[in-house]
């Protein structure tokens, strides 16, 4: 996996007014940004490959920015989401932060709310690629463990200790010892509670 490129920032809104005023703000902070006028025309050019933000209208024709966050989810895109809207109430708002939004910003925005909520979703997007990343290396890291330090990862990621280890698979303590120290070089890493986080959501 390639190092991330330069995040982009979506802006989906069917007012060309709001679209063209969100534009010139994150511009003027030195964001990348891109427009549509519909979530149909995002999805058409969509690349679940690139990284960024999603600033979306709730209320739009044929099909709202709910539905639009709804494909994304079907089609596993998790691309983070500022939902914006002039008739969202507060259900509405509750709602999308339980599904996953970063923030819901009421029209009229103010200005350094919605940048705000930006460089959260920006900064929620960069760990994300920064732990697929990690777990694209940890992937390829882990093929270069023989049969036997596998065996001892397996235990050792479901909780057990050297001693049980040792037992289940009829070594001795010290070679589980050495397995474990080999493993953790190969693989990069300083412990198995470190490979437990990384394990998570990536998977090796």
């Given at each position: 996996?390639?190092?991330?490129?330069e995040?982009?920032?979506?802006?989906?809104?069917?007012?060309?007014?709001?679209?063209?005023?969100?534009?010139?703000?994150?511009?003027?902070?030195?964001?990348?940004?891109?427009?549509?006028?519909?979530?149909?025309?995002?999805?058409?050019?969509?690349?679940?490959?690139?990284?960024?933000?999603?600033?979306?209208?709730?209320?739009?024709?044929?099909?709202?920015g709910?539905?639009?966050?709804?494909k994304?989810?079907e089609?596993?895109?998790?691309?983070?989401?500022?939902?914006?809207s002039?008739?969202?109430?507060?259900?509405?708002?509750?709602?999308?932060?339980?599904?996953?939004?970063?923030?819901?910003?009421?029209?009229?925005?103010?200005?350094?709310?919605?940048?705000?909520?930006?460089?959260?979703?920006?900064?929620?997007?960069?760990?994300?690629?920064?732990?697929?990343?990690?777990?694209?290396?940890?992937?390829?890291?882990?093929?270069?463990?023989t049969?036997?330090?596998?065996?001892?990862?397996?235990?050792?990621?479901?909780?057990?200790?050297?001693?049980?280890?040792?037992?289940?698979?009829?070594?001795?303590?010290?070679?589980v010892?050495?397995?474990?120290?080999?493993?953790?070089?190969?693989?990069?890493?300083?412990?198995?509670?470190?490979?437990?986080?990384?394990?998570?959501?990536?998977?090796?």
């Amino acid at each position: 996996m390639s190092e991330p490129i330069e995040p982009t920032v979506f802006v989906v809104d069917d007012d060309r007014g709001v679209r063209n005023s969100i534009r010139e703000l994150l511009i003027s902070v030195g964001l990348a940004v891109e427009t549509f006028e519909s979530a149909q025309s995002f999805l058409e050019t969509f690349d679940p490959a690139r990284r960024g933000c999603l600033i979306l209208d709730i209320r739009m024709a044929h099909m709202s920015g709910l539905a639009l966050e709804a494909k994304l989810a079907e089609i596993g895109a998790d691309l983070p989401i500022v939902f914006i809207s002039g008739h969202g109430d507060i259900s509405m708002a509750v709602n999308a932060i339980k599904r996953g939004a970063v923030d819901f910003v009421p029209k009229p925005y103010h200005e350094q709310q919605l940048l705000d909520a930006v460089n959260e979703a920006l900064r929620r997007d960069e760990s994300r690629c920064r732990a697929a990343l990690d777990g694209d290396r940890l992937t390829e890291r882990a093929h270069k463990l023989t049969a036997r330090e596998r065996q001892v990862l397996d235990l050792a990621l479901r909780g057990h200790s050297s001693k049980v280890i040792a037992r289940e698979l009829g070594i001795s303590h010290r070679t589980v010892e050495l397995h474990r120290s080999n493993l953790l070089e190969k693989l990069g890493i300083a412990s198995i509670t470190e490979l437990l986080r990384l394990k998570r959501g990536n998977g090796i």
